[in-house]
């Protein structure tokens, strides 16, 4: 840029702090075509430039050999290992019993602790005890059967709704308290990368208890199923064509006979999967970790059933490698 006129002490002006006698003067314009700074990509298209950048600092990656397969169309072999016939030892256990194996007084000690963690911080007064807390559950229980509009209902002595059983457990204002301050996590240390941290040791706490008790069977099944929710929450989802439409997605592995094995809550990038498994996708690692967990109970020649949402073709190499025979 040429400036035409008297120049004085404005020379001395930077080109961030011109003078507005200097902005206002007389200017003549010279574009000059300097070869050594022209660079042929300053003549391509923002997007196509960004995109050679990128590729031009991407690290190389390394080239894997494309693997070749051969497909016949042919019923599968017969395995040759037979799955031995192992008899449980609660087959002979009533309900209650077995039911007590999984909501047994650590678990129910887990809640009262973190409850009453919880109302102490909050300065509430009236510690639950272990009691109280089944009582709880158990009224909790009842009225999935036995349902009213309103919970306090139980409570009332109109003839249609008063019940007995509830009212002979606990007093309404006690069934409250404790419904207004259950926990079963520290809320001092919650994991905020988990949507379900909350709910977490409970989680946890329930596929330790499932695989410790675990029948022995040769089918299992893994895919995925809704839990009911018809709340507000981040993670509620809505899948048309299911019978449950609203609610939790979870990863559901169970045995031939629909006893559960494993449930993991969906998250998708967020699911905790290990990280050794994270090379695959998402449905994949969830069956790997799956099989883990059955090689852990015992190492026996497993058969597996899913969709096609969890099965690649890497997945079945590897189980293969490990004598457990997968089914889409």
Request: aromatic share 12%; with cysteine.
């Amino acid at each position: 840029m040429e400036t035409i006129g008297v120049m004085s002490h404005e020379e001395l002006a930077t080109i961030d702090n011109l003078p507005g006698s200097q902005l206002s003067a007389e200017a003549e314009l010279r574009l000059v075509d300097s070869e050594d700074d022209f660079d042929e990509e300053d003549n391509l298209p923002v997007s196509i430039l960004k995109s050679k950048i990128q590729k031009r600092d991407r690290p190389n990656a390394v080239r894997t050999e494309k693997r070749l397969y051969v497909w016949n169309h042919r019923d599968i072999d017969k395995s040759k290992l037979e799955f031995p016939v192992i008899p449980s030892a609660y087959n002979n256990r009533s309900p209650i019993e077995l039911f007590s194996l999984f909501l047994n007084n650590k678990v129910i000690d887990m809640f009262v602790h973190f409850s009453n963690k919880y109302t102490s911080s909050k300065n509430k007064i009236g510690n639950i005890t272990q009691t109280e807390m089944k009582n709880f559950f158990r009224i909790l229980l009842l009225s999935g059967y036995v349902q009213v509009s309103r919970r306090r209902l139980y409570w009332e002595n109109r003839r249609d709704s008063h019940n007995k059983l509830v009212v002979n457990t606990i007093s309404r204002d006690r069934f409250e308290y404790i419904m207004s301050n259950i926990h079963c996590c520290d809320n001092d240390n919650l994991d905020p990368t988990d949507r379900f941290t909350k709910v977490r040791p409970l989680i946890n706490k329930m596929n330790e208890l499932f695989q410790e008790f675990a029948p022995l069977f040769e089918n299992h099944s893994m895919d995925e199923a809704m839990i009911p929710y018809y709340g507000k929450h981040g993670y509620k989802q809505f899948i048309r064509g299911k019978v449950i439409c609203y609610g939790f997605r979870f990863w559901k592995g169970t045995t031939s006979n629909g006893y559960v094995i494993l449930i993991e809550p969906y998250q998708a990038a967020k699911s905790d999967i290990k990280t050794v498994y994270r090379q695959f996708r998402l449905g994949p690692s969830v069956i790997f970790q799956y099989v883990e967990i059955l090689r852990g109970i015992a190492n026996l020649p497993y058969h597996s059933f899913s969709d096609n949402l969890f099965t690649t073709i890497s997945l079945l190499e590897e189980l293969k490698k490990n004598l457990t025979y997968w089914h889409d």
